[in-house]
Structures are given as structure tokens and as C-alpha cells.
């Protein structure tokens, strides 16, 4: 090998050698950048975990955050059942449950969201607004406080089931009782 060809050899080495750290380098920190995250993600999904243990236990709705205690009790059946907690075993969903019914037991139940908002449309000859009931509910139960999309639907929930009716007059949606013969 001449020279020249070894020198140009050695040369295009060291170039390659370059290239390759620094690539080993802007790898080294796209990893750091992607550590970083999944730092993040995991201390995000273990304040969640923390959270739902925290509330997994208590029989008392009182203590849950307040759209849980609006739902019915159909609702709270119905998503437990999807998600991650459908992973528990059978033995954890019955401890549950008898949790659940001794403390329904042991404390008096608030009334059902929609018994409220049918009492609070009884009141009234004409239709209602979701919003002036949601209005009404709070004035009257300061205790609860559902959200308005939780009224509205509990409201489509009562249409559903044939109990109220619901009327659209332009472009707002308001409600009334049905009148008690045409019901069951």
C-alpha cells in the first residue's frame, strides 16, 4: 500500500469513526429525552394508582368525588365492569359489592338524581330547560352538585324509560313529566 492510499484509507476511518459517535450521541440523547418521559408518565400513572386505590375501598358515597355519587347505580355497575377494573377476580368484585351493600345499610341513601329532577319537573305546568333545573337542584340540594351534562343525561335517561317527555323549540331541548295515565 502506497502512501497516499493508506493515507486516504486512514482518513476516510476517521471520518466513518466521527459519523459514528457522533450518531451514538444524538442517540444517547433522543434516550435521555425518552427516559425522561416515561419518568414523567410512570410518576403520572402511579399518583392514578394511588388515587384509585384510595377510593377502591370506601362503602360510603359521600367520600367519592361528587359526578360519581350523581350517577346511577346502574351506571357505576356498568363501568366498573369495562376498564381496569374488570381485571379484579371474581372473590374482589364480591367484597366489593358486600362493602357497597353494608354501607347502604348503615347509612341512609341520598334520592337518585333522576327521582330529584322528576320531583323538581312536577312542579311545573310547562317545560323546563336542563339548565333551570340544574338551577333548581342546586338551590333546593346545595349537597349535590352534578354537572350539566350529568343532567342532561339523566333527563335523556327519564325519556328513555318513558317518563318524561322532551320537547325541541328552536334549537333548546326542555323537558316535562308525562302525565301519570300514560305511564306503566
Known amino acids: 500500500m502506497t502512501n497516499q492510499s493508506?493515507?486516504?484509507l486512514r482518513s476516510r476511518l476517521v471520518d466513518q469513526a466521527a459519523s459514528d459517535l457522533e450518531e451514538n450521541r444524538r442517540r444517547q440523547q433522543k434516550l435521555t429525552e425518552q427516559i425522561a418521559v416515561l419518568k414523567q408518565e410512570e410518576?403520572?400513572?402511579?399518583?392514578?394508582?394511588n388515587l384509585a386505590q384510595?377510593?377502591?375501598?370506601?362503602?360510603?358515597?359521600s367520600r367519592l368525588p361528587e359526578q360519581l355519587q350523581d350517577e346511577?347505580?346502574?351506571?357505576?355497575?356498568?363501568?366498573?365492569?369495562?376498564g381496569t377494573h374488570a381485571r379484579r377476580s371474581d372473590s374482589g368484585k364480591a367484597r366489593a359489592g358486600d362493602r357497597a351493600k353494608a354501607g347502604a345499610k348503615g347509612k341512609s341513601r341520598q334520592p337518585l338524581l333522576g327521582d330529584l329532577l322528576l320531583e323538581l319537573l312536577g312542579k311545573h305546568d310547562?317545560?323546563?330547560?336542563a339548565k333551570e333545573l340544574r338551577d333548581?337542584?342546586?338551590?333546593?340540594h346545595p349537597d349535590r352538585n352534578p354537572t350539566p351534562?350529568?343532567?342532561?343525561?339523566?333527563?335523556e335517561s327519564l325519556v328513555a324509560k318513558g317518563r318524561i317527555e322532551r320537547h325541541k323549540q328552536q334549537r333548546s331541548v326542555m323537558y316535562t313529566v308525562?302525565?301519570?295515565?300514560?305511564?306503566?
Not at 72 to 82: C, D, L, N, Y
Not at 126 to 129: K, N, V, W
Not at 178 to 184: A, C, K, L, R
Open 6 to 8: 493508506s493515507a486516504a
Open 43 to 49: 410518576a403520572l400513572l402511579t399518583d392514578i394508582l
Open 54 to 61: 384510595r377510593y377502591e375501598g370506601f362503602a360510603d358515597p
Open 72 to 82: 346511577p347505580v346502574g351506571a357505576k355497575a356498568k363501568r366498573s365492569s369495562t
Open 126 to 129: 310547562g317545560p323546563r330547560l
Open 136 to 140: 333548581e337542584l342546586l338551590a333546593d
Open 149 to 155: 351534562q350529568v343532567v342532561r343525561n339523566t333527563l
Open 178 to 184: 308525562v302525565e301519570s295515565g300514560s305511564t306503566d
